[in-house]
């Protein structure tokens, strides 16, 4: 300890040796150090705070009901884009800046150093967001951050109607495209089914399956037929075999009515009609064939009638036997049902041969037909949800009139600028400048002493050259040298003290100037 002791006195000593050098170099720094001061301005930051509430009640009432942005997405978007170019520009062409009728060199150098400086950082949870921007004039800083803020509450508006409108216009392109094939596909089905009528099946079973349905049909036809054949027979045959005339004391007594057999006949065959257009068309077999039995009633009624009035009206006898007169009506009832199994196996056998004839062409024209429907499902799909989105989209427009993005914005701290410079400012400069320049003529003070060694005592020269020192001599001081000693050491406390109040003054002075 007493060497280490020993050792930094020696250096203090050697160092007091060169104060005039440490001196004049804290002095030359100093003067250096404060040009570069003086030259460097304060830099004021001004900021302000947004915090962007993105909590609504619509989102969970209207969703699956309409198309609702992910508004944190969106905010995060216009932060990164808020310093974009055009943003920039307008701030350049603000007032305060001063640049109207600038050169266009210094306006795109401003426009790049803007840019660079602005910052918009976010804080907390995310959806606090801080715009803060550093700049020499302190008016300029505040007027720049404030108008910042209102482009970052005013860009979500204009951002969203823009982004609705061509929505909307790009839907409603959509829309009208597919309205136009869903038009072209519709007509083309329906040429097709009007070129190939009669071929193509309104059913949605094959053409196989209609064939094999048809001759289904027409056998249980033709069994249905020779069962109403051999009924209608077996009635002629007891028809034939029963007398029309009762004996003369089985007569109807008089004042009684017998019914006419015709007149039988002709009103089984209207009840029949009556039942059958209930159920059928006039087109249907069976009501022509029942139509056309009445109507050959009718003529028979008429050529009997014609027959008795060329006798001299004669009368015919009718036939009395009621036995008689109901095998004459259950003959006429099958007869009409033979008609009409006639009709409808005709009917049956002719779409049979036609679908037969046609065996080659329904295959290919049913799968046109499936090619067609499935391209007109697909287009009328589309078709549909495009409509489907449009309605959503419009409630999405109307939900974001309702509630704009502009309102979840909150000014947290408005812009603002900081009462005196940020770091580095001037002052603290000036400070390290006045401490950094004492420090530096310390430092040469002490590379001098290495440079340029010194010895204070024989031990330090024996250390250093490795060499036996023989001896030592004192300097004796006079009074005019102790005088002139003590003149000089006032000399240099009184340039001390001077190099430290100049420093002072200084340092208060840049911080006078620095105060907003």
Known sequence: MNEFVRQAAGVLYEVWQRRWIALLVAWTSALLGGALVFMIKD??????????????????????????PDIDQQVRMLARTLISRPNVEKLVDLPVMDLKGSDPQ???????????????????????????YRDTDAQRAHQLVAELVNLFMEASIGGKQRDSQEASRFIDAQIQEYETKLVEAE??????????????????QDYF??????????GKLRIDLGAAERSRDALRKELNAEEPQLPPEAMVPPGGHVVNELDARLETQRRQLDDLLRRYTDNHPDVIAARRTIASIEQQKKQEAAARAAAGGGRQAAATNPVFQRIRVALAEAEAKVASLSGQLAAQESRLEQIRSLAGRVPQVEAELAQLNRDYEVIRKNYEQLVARREAASLGVKIDQSSQL?????????????????????????LLVMLASAAAGLVAAFL????FPSFSDEKA??????????????????????????REKLQFAAATGVFFV?????????????RV
Do not use: C, H
């Open 448 to 451: 001098m002493t290495r440079l």
């Open 43 to 68: 830099r004021y930051e001004a900021s302000a705070q947004v915090y962007v509430d993105t909590q609504t009640v619509l989102k969970p009432l209207m969703a699956g009901l309409a198309f609702q």
């Open 106 to 132: 210094v306006r795109e150098r401003t426009i790049n150093a803007l840019m660079k400086k602005i910052r918009v950082t976010p804080s907390g949870g995310g959806n606090l967001y801080t715009i803060s």
């Open 187 to 204: 007509n083309r089905l329906k040429e097709f089914k009007v070129r190939n009528f009669g071929v193509t099946g309104m059913s949605n």
């Open 461 to 486: 020269l024996r250390e250093l050259s490795k060499r036996p020192v023989l001896g030592s001599i004192g300097v004796v001081k006079t009074d005019e040298g102790l005088r002139r000693e003590r």
């Open 209 to 218: 399956a209609r064939m094999s349905s048809l001759s289904d049909e027409v």
């Open 406 to 430: 502009a309102d979840f914005f909150r000014m947290v701290e408005p812009a603002r600028v900081s009462p005196g410079p940020v770091f580095p400012s001037r002052k603290v400069l000036a």
């Open 502 to 514: 100049v420093n002072m003054a200084w340092v208060g002075w840049v911080t006078l100037q620095g």
